[in-house]
Nanobody, 115 residues
Framework: QVQVVESGGGLVQAGGSLRLSCAAS????????MAWYRQANGKQREFVAN???????YYADSVKGRFTVSRESAKNTVYLQMSSLKPEDSAVYYC?????????WGQGTQVTVSS
């Protein structure tokens, strides 16, 4: 079993910053990628950013230049540094871990950006 736990969400004013963390634990042999998604009220879950095991990173256009994804492979942990936050960034942020040919999701952490 693999457990994925996100943390770091909260309430922040527009223009502010937050850092989310996601830690994977359990029976893990090899992690291929760790990614962040988000789901706002009434909307579908959407991709935000990911970090591959080879170091490649991808970002959604809506967050490019404002969000930075980083990873501590030794700790099976991925971070999402979010800056210049906007009210439209408000959502539940989920971490997805692709490991050992399977995909795992965390429970999510709420981010609310006030205007």
């Amino acid at each position: 079993q693999v457990q994925v736990v996100e943390s770091g969400g909260g309430l922040v004013q527009a223009g502010g910053s937050l850092r989310l963390s996601c830690a994977a634990s359990g029976s893990i042999f090899s992690i291929t990628a760790m990614a962040w998604y988000r789901q706002a009220n009434g909307k579908q879950r959407e991709f935000v950013a990911n970090k591959g095991s080879d170091g490649t990173t991808y970002y959604a256009d809506s967050v490019k230049g404002r969000f930075t994804v980083s990873r501590e492979s030794a700790k099976n942990t991925v971070y999402l540094q979010m800056s210049s936050l906007k009210p439209e960034d408000s959502a539940v942020y989920y971490c997805n871990v692709v490991a050992d040919h399977d995909s795992y999701w965390g429970q999510g952490t709420q981010v609310t950006v006030s205007s």
